[in-house]
């Protein structure tokens, strides 16, 4: 059996994404997507002063990262990714309890995502974690040749309202 799972199930860490990390990261990135972000999206996100974060069992062992552009009153989850072989073992659901706790000490009343149609998994993460679908950008992401996929946009309500709401 691959010694790696069981690693993903020790102790883990946050540290905030540096240009230093990238290589790391894209090595993920073309892995875990067929339309993956580009160095420079990343660069840009940084210079940007995005909330942008990685997730490791120690500093060799990365298991995922995600990145979030602030609004006014708003953060906007633009990238989260699971390592793939770590996928599937509760990683996912670190990264958004995570940046649930950064909107809320930044007091962001909320958070908003696309994700793909077709992302079965994550499109379950997310509605587990208290996302709730708002709407659907039609034909919002490439999916090959002049194809394209809708994109499900979903809202995590996080002011105190939607709080005593839920009880
Ligand atoms: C989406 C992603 C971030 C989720 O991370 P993960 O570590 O695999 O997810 P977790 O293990 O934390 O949780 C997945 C949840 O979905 C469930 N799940 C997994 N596969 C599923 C499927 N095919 N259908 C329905 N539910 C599924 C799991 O049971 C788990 O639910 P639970 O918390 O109630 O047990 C990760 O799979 C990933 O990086 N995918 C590739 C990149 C990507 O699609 N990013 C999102 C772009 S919007």
Request: glycine share 8%; with cysteine; hydrophobic share 45%.
């Amino acid at each position: 059996m691959s010694p790696l799972p069981a690693a993903a199930q020790g102790p883990r860490s946050f540290r905030a994404m540096q240009v230093d990390d990238l290589d790391r990261v894209m090595q993920v990135e073309v892995l875990a997507y067929s339309f993956p972000w580009s160095r420079g999206n990343f660069q840009d996100s940084l210079k940007s002063g995005y909330v942008a974060e990685l997730l490791e069992a120690s500093a060799e062992l990365l298991l995922g990262y995600y990145v979030a552009m602030p609004g006014v009153d708003e953060l906007h989850l633009l990238n989260i990714t699971v390592v793939p072989d770590f996928q599937r073992c509760g990683q996912g659901r670190a990264l958004l309890d995570r940046l649930e706790w950064q909107a809320r000490q930044h007091a962001f009343s909320s958070i908003w995502l696309e994700v793909r149609a077709s992302n079965t998994r994550a499109r379950y993460l997310y509605g587990a974690r208290g996302f709730v679908e708002q709407g659907v950008r039609r034909g919002y992401y490439p999916a090959g040749g002049l194809r394209r996929e809708d994109a499900v946009v979903m809202k995590l309500d996080l002011s105190q309202e939607a709080a005593h709401a839920a009880g």
